[in-house]
RNA sequence: GCACUCGUAGCUCAGCUGGAUAGAGCGCUGCCCUCCGAAGGCAGAGGUCGCGCGUUCGAAUCGCGCCGAGUGCACCA
């Protein structure tokens, strides 16, 4: 159940009515007719404004035709009245029984209430994290992680069918220096002096190569030249590099559906393939670039390169394919890779990046706007960096001094689920701190724990309800009359209870995760105020010693209200308290 | 020099893909514990939405121009 949209659909209904009594003329667009909650509860449940929006094209005014729907909208059951305000809304007040539904269908939907069929099953790509397979992630790529995991259940519980991808960045120079450090590890497993000259990976996470490389091949590859080991020592890192990944992801509860390869774009005529389509759409030529503007590199120099109009897709300046010695610019695999995305028959890209790549974010866009000939959608979604904190003081990170904070070291501290609801916090593009000590903190400044404190405050009363032999399965729940609860407070958060399907849309239709955690807070924030109110006014508490039917009432609503905490936290991947200790 | 992201209360931030008197938390002020969990609760003060034009019935939201912060700007990924 969605109320929102089946009250829109009652509008819309209203508006056919009109059109076919001549009332208003046809062919009118509906698109931007909306049905929402007012900002000021004394408007009423639900306000809309299409007498507004259609004032113009129906060529009448506003308030003529907010007259006619709202006399047509109170023949609804639904609706308990309908009046017209301000420049032409129309505001709905809502028959009482309206939210004993809404309750209802809460308890009765479960884990699905709020699932919608907005994404019609389409096929979705999120691609994240996509860390170097070089070291072991730090934390900034915890954020996009967290990120990139809440987006992809997100937009599975809105009805689209997710993938949830990491590109490996194997096939770059950085990975031939991977290799390079993890030799001489070892060497230094072989007892002798490793040499991690500048430009090597210092890490002692390589250690533990080293070693396994030695008991794989000994002492045989001691003081062979680069060209013999090199790319079986390359292979045997990235591999290592990437169990540790995937075991940083998987303490985070991240799971990816496909690890693609960008080593596997070369060599097969996939990049040639990709650039060939891009060829026959006659955006490939060669040409020189205009030196960029303002200070001019040192080593400028006019070249002849391969280059992509990637001008023609809204990018600033064509951008090159190919180093003058014939070889792939790292943008060529990306080309491609995206190009395997679109083959493989997603219609909507997603990546995650850092906000340092907010550059590259047009000539990617530009890409697959070309290789897809505009039909495949690419949205970039940009991840501020997180600042550390610890007592208030900034976290400083040093690789030297040994502060370097990886991934692991915030999750052993702080926990999957506290780190998750956290990063949530803050819109992606906005930067966010991360405080050890606030995060760990018990007490209602802290989101995380507010939240699930509510949560488990109703796990509290259904236990209490049980100790006094009260019926409080879902089903008893669902059968209870709950025509009693009509207080103000009750309401408030019955109409949040409503709210939920409607956010869960919109967040999706934005690709903001965030938006989830907030409104956790908001109906944790009317539960705890409910919960408040019963302390002087005793009718209001949920459990009502003596009376099962008044009780199943009151626990009806409650119970509701963790579900839709229960499922939105789900989202976010973190999990539901039952009890707070 | 150009591009991207951002600029909302003293502080940290939301703000529904254009709606009514712009919200929350912290901090501040004032009240409140024989009460299902006071690791609190209730109420209040506090804002030219960076600035200026424009589009519109209507702008924090869209467009343009400034100001300010961050990020990135040729064969490195």
Redesign the pocket.
């Known amino acids: 159940m969605n109320l929102f949209a089946d009250m829109r659909a009652v509008v819309l209904t209203a508006l056919d009515q009109m059109v076919a009594e001549g009332v208003l003329p046809s062919g009118l667009d509906y698109a ?1 007719v ?1 049905v ?5 509860a ?3 449940d639900m ?1 809309t ?1 299409a007498a ?2 259609l ?2 094209p129906a060529g009448s005014k ?1 308030r003529d035709i907010a007259d006619a729907l709202a006399a047509r909208l109170t023949a609804d059951p639904r609706v308990a009245a309908a009046e017209v ?5 129309l ?1 709905l007040r809502l028959n009482v029984s309206v939210w004993a539904d809404v309750t209802r269908a809460a308890l009765s939907e479960g884990a699905d209430y709020g699932r919608s069929t907005l994404g019609a099953k389409e096929r979705v790509n999120v691609e994240f994290v996509s860390a ?1 397979p070089t070291g072991p992630m730090h934390v900034g790529h915890t954020r996009g992680a967290v990120f990139g995991d809440a987006l992809a259940a997100l937009l599975d519980f809105a009805g689209y069918d997710v993938t949830r991808e990491y590109y490996i ?1 194997d ?4 990975v031939n220096v991977l290799a390079r450090s993890a030799f001489e590890r070892y060497r230094e497993a072989n007892g002798l002096d490793p040499d991690i000259r500048e430009g090597l990976y210092p890490g002692d996470y390589l250690i533990p190569v080293g070693e396994a490389l030695k008991a794989k091949y000994g002492d045989s590859l001691i003081g062979k030249p680069e060209s013999v080991w090199l790319d079986e020592v390359k292979d045997f890192a990235v591999a290592e590099m990437l169990k540790m990944i995937r075991g940083d992801l998987a303490a985070l509860n991240v799971h990816m559906d496909v690890f693609y390869s ?1 080593k596997s774009l070369y060599g097969t005529g996939q990049i040639e393939a990709a650039i060939k389509r891009l060829s026959d759409l006659g955006l490939i030529y060669r040409g020189v ?1 205009e ?5 001019l ?1 040192e ?5 002849e ?1 391969l280059l992509f109009r990637s001008t023609a897709y809204g990018d ?1 300046v064509d ?2 394919i ?4 014939g ?1 792939w ?3 060529a ?1 990306d080309i491609a890779y995206h190009w395997t995305k679109i083959e493989r028959g997603f219609h909507k890209l997603i990546d995650v990046f850092g ?8 000539r990617m866009k530009a890409a697959v706007a070309a290789l897809s000939q505009n039909s495949v959608d690419l949205d970039i979604k ?1 991840i ?1 960096l997180v600042r550390l904190f610890k007592n208030g003081e900034p976290f400083k990170m040093s690789k030297r001094a040994g502060t370097f904070v990886t991934l692991r070291d915030v999750v052993e501290q702080a926990g999957a689920d506290v780190t998750r609801f956290h990063l949530l ?3 992606n ?5 991360f405080d050890f000590d606030k995060v760990l903190e ?4 802290n989101p995380v724990f507010y939240v699930q ?1 509510a949560h ?2 109703v796990a ?2 259904l236990r ?1 309800a049980r100790d006094l032999g009260f019926d409080v399965s879902d089903a008893a729940l669902i059968g209870a009359d709950l025509s009693g609860n009509t207080h103000e407070a009750e309401l408030t958060l019955a109409r949040k209870i409503a709210e939920w399907p ?1 956010l869960v849309e ?1 967040a999706a ?2 690709n ?1 995760p ?2 989830i955690a ?1 409104f956790l ?1 908001e109906i944790a ?1 009317d539960l ?9 006014e ?1 009718q ?4 009502q010693e003596g009376d099962a039917a008044a009780s199943q009432a009151k626990i009806a609503l409650a119970r509701a209200c963790a579900v839709v905490i229960s499922t939105g936290l789900g989202i976010l991947g973190v999990t539901p308290a039952e ?3």
């Open positions: 931007n909306t929402e909650p007012p900002r000021d004394a408007h009423g306000a404004n507004m929006v004032a113009k506003p305000a301000g420049p032409g809304f505001n170097n960045n096939g770059g120079a950085q960008e670039l030196p960029p503007k303002g200070k590199p080593d400028w120099e006019e070249r390169q600033d951008r090159p190919q180093k003058s010695d070889s610019t790292y943008f695999p906000a340092d790549h907010g550059g590259y974010v047009k940009l501020q916090t803050r819109k593009d906005a930067a966010l701190d018990q007490s209602k400044d404190y488990a405050r509290s009363v209490k409607r919109i239709r934005a903001e965030h938006r907030f807070y924030s705890h105020a409910l919960w408040n109110r019963g302390n002087d005793t209001l508490r949920f459990v009890e707070m200790r």
